[in-house]
């Protein structure tokens, strides 16, 4: 699967939906009360939410793993993006019924991927980091990225990157940062 | 999983002016099941070492050396980004003569008295790019004043002289015996000696860290999701809330049906305010599912009609009017009366919000005897403050934990969003995070000003500036934030690179006008005063280059005599970004220079405009001296992030009223720049001596004026109202 992320002449990135289907995964335990069982970080958990509730929130509040941040709540900006199979998803879009048996890789795992430990010291390398919040996000497109292509061009960089938001402006260093992990593969 | 969260040691007195020992901990160093540490120790402080509370040495409120050798540094200022979780630790570690890998960080609680910012009259705040200048010698004196003590404790161990001992990494070691023992082993002895009232500091040329490039020692848990801002904190049964707040300013809720969003699952409870509704729920699906489904009608107050359109020309009304005088040199009536060419602008800035990548965010507990607070401050004392004036409790009944912030830039400098998650926690069993969602963020901000400005310059015949006349209106933030600050109707930020300019001008005349606007409250924003200011002394001062037919930067040349590191900045901008090469039809080259924040900035932006008025920022060269650098990486990192904020606010940044609401409502109408917009930034450092100026800011407010005056270049258009808009810069037909 390639990249999810859509950058519209660079004034707004949506970020493709990834659509699996409805259903499956949820098994009814009553008239309103239903669970969903995901798998997030090689992890089962079952959650009992409604199903068009965000992953994210899911992530966040119910599961405990902050790590995953909140932005904007309409895939405008990044900081909610995880891995689903592999492809950068905008989590804050995502409904936990919309998943099914698709492998949810977080921020706090990713480090544990090939090119998910190479954007994390390469991050470290370069020195990216500001206030740090959007960060989970951006590794997150990042580590897609270099795992679906390893030889990342500037425009293939702006492709995958241009749907999150720095708002304190690391974005050069972003740049440089996927160029090095790159060159180390 | 994440799961250990920031500890509260101490409830009862963390929130007193009391013991310096012991505060909350923050503890980050958990990783994750197959999270990865890339082999670097975590900078913060573990909270098991309790157990040694009271055995340890802790000379001054900012070093802690326990038993066990650890070596914990409270941080008077907080990390937003703009490093100071690793600046302060390098200008203590350096007199400290300790390691940056040995120190662990905590945050600050509130205590003005101990960790008051002497550069902003004193109150607990991170802001006004001053932690650096703050910090300069009280970080480095506690550092000295620990390692002094250290060094008799082991002398006097040994019976030696304190002379034949040094401090190295951590350890006193003997020099001609050779001996060494840990700082650690010493901390009970050192505990016991007086603490010296005069040290001596190192010379600038003794240092080991000061000026080297250090690692940002919140890096590794900001890349690995391990860090803790304030909207991760998770006390035991937290619930959480989203609120809906009178969409007018001063507007009241007039009804609320919530019988739909009662029936959301995991909505546990509504709360209604006078001029809010909030929603608490399991999570924050569904207490935005629950918003959703709120019918609320609203009392829209006084401001029912206003807009931005009002506000403006209630401003440039004042403009023609008088104000106090911010700055008068010579005469400047009759220099114009004999000037040959005259030039008058008028200039306009709108309202900006913040935006910060984490919403705001308060989480509360309020019990009938207290209440605790988790956030995100760069004011942690007003933060416990307004907390305890909400809750009706006295200061010392409230707890305030501080987090790291997910972007300040001033917003968090408020505390609106306590004063509100408290009133919210009220009505709430348990504790409670209150979570805005951006619309309400960008809809509910403080913003940066509006300001209008009325220029007016008598050139001589040769071109030079012989009068020049600024008046300006808009709101004063310094007169709500820090009122004795504000004197006979002038403040120093409103004023900040409006007056003190580093040009010699024979006859100057600058006069501010306070108007507060109705209607729409005001705060800091990064770069406050000079992101105005700069942008119209700098814009301004480029069109009489233009006037007088000279280039931009001779022009600014030939008036500097009287400030050399201004003119030295200039001269290497000038230099490095190619200055005067010729350039593609459409691309142009725009220049800034400015003395703010006591550090000196010039800056060149190269812009391209498209035919349909686009414009793209495609290279930006600065030129920064800040007097003494301390890490000379997170001087480069703040001017590179303060411009891409800069472009952003001159390209895009705008935040309009109509009908009493705010317009804007999230990241596709409230524009961020982005990746691919994002152009190349250089930074070249000039060393200096000097003491250090500020950082965080500077390079906001240059690349304003640096922007518009390229577009200038490119299209012969001159930006007068920001921001820069496409239809007068389309190509002419």
């Not at chain 2, 500890?7 to 013991?19: K, M, Q």
């Not at chain 2, 004063?419 to 403080?446: C, L, S, Y």
């Not at chain 2, 965080?696 to 921001?723: D, F, M, Q």
Request: glycine share 10%; proline share 5%.
């Amino acid at each position: 699967m390639g990249e999810a992320t859509l950058a519209l002449n660079g004034k707004a990135a949506l970020p493709a939906l990834l659509n699996k289907g409805g259903g499956g995964r949820c098994s009814c335990l009553g008239d309103d009360a239903m669970a969903f069982t995901i798998d997030v970080n090689g992890s089962t958990h079952s959650v009992d939410v409604d199903g068009d509730t965000p992953l994210l929130w899911v992530l966040r509040d119910v599961l405990g793993m902050t790590g995953t941040k909140f932005g904007c709540g309409m895939a405008l900006c990044g900081a909610c993006t995880v891995h689903i199979d592999g492809a950068a998803t905008r989590s804050c879009i995502t409904s936990v019924d919309s998943i099914g048996k698709s492998r949810i890789t977080t921020i706090e795992a990713v480090g544990a991927t090939d090119a998910g430990a190479k954007i994390q010291k390469a991050w470290l390398d370069r020195e990216v980091v500001q206030c740090g919040y959007c960060q989970s996000g951006q590794i997150m497109s990042a580590s897609a990225l270099l795992a679906s292509n390893p030889r990342p061009t500037d425009s293939d960089i702006d492709d995958a990157m241009s749907g999150n938001i720095c708002r304190c402006g690391t974005y050069v260093r972003i740049r440089d940062a996927i160029k090095h992990a790159a060159q180390s593969t | 999983m994440i799961l250990d969260r920031i500890v509260s040691r101490n409830p009862e007195r963390a929130g007193s002016a009391g013991g310096l020992s012991r505060r909350r901990l923050l503890r980050v160093g958990v990783a994750a099941g197959g999270g990865m540490m890339l082999g670097l120790s975590l900078p913060f402080a573990d909270g098991d070492a309790e157990a040694t509370e009271g055995e340890g040495f802790a000379p001054n409120a900012f070093i802690r050396i326990e038993r066990d050798g650890r070596i914990v540094l409270t941080m008077p200022y907080v990390e937003m980004g703009q490093g100071t979780y690793t600046a302060i630790p390098m200008l203590i570690a350096e007199e400290l003569e300790v390691d940056l890998s040995q120190v662990q960080l905590e945050h600050a609680p509130p205590d003005a008295k101990l960790y008051g910012n002497p550069v902003l009259a004193g109150v607990q705040a991170t802001g006004g790019s001053t932690a650096i200048r703050a910090a300069w010698a009280p970080m480095r004196q506690a550092g000295a004043v620990a390692r002094t003590m250290l060094v008799s404790a082991a002398a006097e161990r040994w019976n030696v002289d304190p002379a034949s001992c040094r401090a190295q990494s951590g350890e006193v070691v003997h020099g001609p015996t050779g001996r060494r023992i840990k700082y650690g082993e010493l901390a009970a002895d050192a505990a016991r000696l007086p603490v010296p009232g005069n040290v001596t500091l190192k010379q600038p040329e003794e240092f080991k860290l000061i000026g080297r490039p250090a690692k940002r020692l919140d890096a590794p848990a900001k890349v690995n999701g391990t860090a803790v801002f304030g909207i991760d904190a998770r006390p035991a049964g937290v619930k959480i809330a989203t609120l809906a707040q009178s969409p007018v300013f001063g507007g009241r809720v007039k009804s609320v049906n919530d019988a739909a969003a009662k029936a959301v699952k995991g909505v546990r409870q509504i709360v209604r305010l006078d001029d809010a509704v909030a929603v608490v729920a399991d999570h924050m699906g569904a207490a935005r599912k629950g918003l959703a489904a709120l019918v609320i009608e609203w009392d829209d107050g006084p401001h029912a009609r206003l807009g931005t359109d009002d506000i403006a020309a209630e401003l440039e009304k004042a403009t023609l009017g008088s104000g106090p005088v911010a700055q008068n040199i010579g005469d400047v009536e009759a220099a114009m009366a004999g000037a040959v060419t005259r030039v008058e602008a008028i200039y306009q800035v709108p309202f900006l919000a913040h935006a910060t990548m984490e919403p705001m965010n308060c989480t509360v507990h309020v019990r009938k005897d207290g209440c605790e607070l988790w956030v995100g401050s760069q004011v942690i004392g007003r933060a416990q403050a307004a907390a305890a004036k909400a809750a009706g409790l006295p200061l010392n009944k409230v707890v305030a934990h501080n987090h790291l912030i997910g972007g300040g830039f001033g917003r968090r400098l408020e505390v609106d969003g306590v004063t509100r998650a408290v009133q919210i926690a009220q009505q709430v069993e348990g504790p409670v995070k209150v979570v805005w969602t951006r619309e309400e963020d960008i809809q509910h901000d403080m913003y940066r000003p509006y300001w209008l400005d009325r220029m007016t310059a008598g050139l001589d015949h040769k071109g030079m500036p012989i009068a020049w006349s600024h008046r300006y209106a808009g709101s004063s933030v310094i007169a709500r934030w820090l009122p004795p600050a504000f004197n006979n109707g002038l403040d120093p930020d409103s004023t900040e690179g409006a007056i003190d300019l580093v040009y010699a001008l024979p006859n100057m005349h600058v006069e501010y006008v306070r108007v507060e606007p109705p209607g729409i409250p005001t705060a800091f924003w990064r770069s406050v005063g000079p992101s105005h200011n700069v942008f119209v002394t700098e814009s301004f001062v480029d069109e009489l280059a233009a006037a007088a037919k000279q280039d931009a930067v001779a022009y600014r040349r030939a008036l500097l005599d009287r400030s050399p590191r201004a003119k030295a900045v200039l001269e290497l901008v000038a230099e490095k970004a190619g200055w005067g090469q010729p350039l593609p039809d459409r691309v142009g080259r725009g220049v800034a220079v400015q003395f703010v924040f006591a550090t000196y900035v010039a800056l060149v932006a190269e812009v391209e405009v498209s035919n349909d008025g686009a414009v793209r920022v495609r290279r930006v060269v600065c030129a920064v001296d800040c007097g003494t650098v301390v890490n000379p990486d997170t001087v480069k990192a703040q001017i590179q992030g303060a411009v891409i904020f800069g472009i952003t606010a001159v390209l895009y940044g705008e935040i309009t009223l109509k009908n009493g609401r705010v317009e804007q409502t999230n990241f596709d109408t409230y524009q961020m720049l982005r990746i691919n917009e994002a152009p190349a930034i250089e930074v070249h450092i000039v060393s200096s001596s000097e003491p250090p100026g500020g950082m965080g800011e500077p390079g906001t407010s240059a690349i304003v004026p640096a922007v518009t005056n390229a577009v200038y270049a490119a299209t012969g258009h001159r930006v007068r109202k920001l921001p820069v808009g496409t239809v007068a810069l389309k190509r002419p037909a």
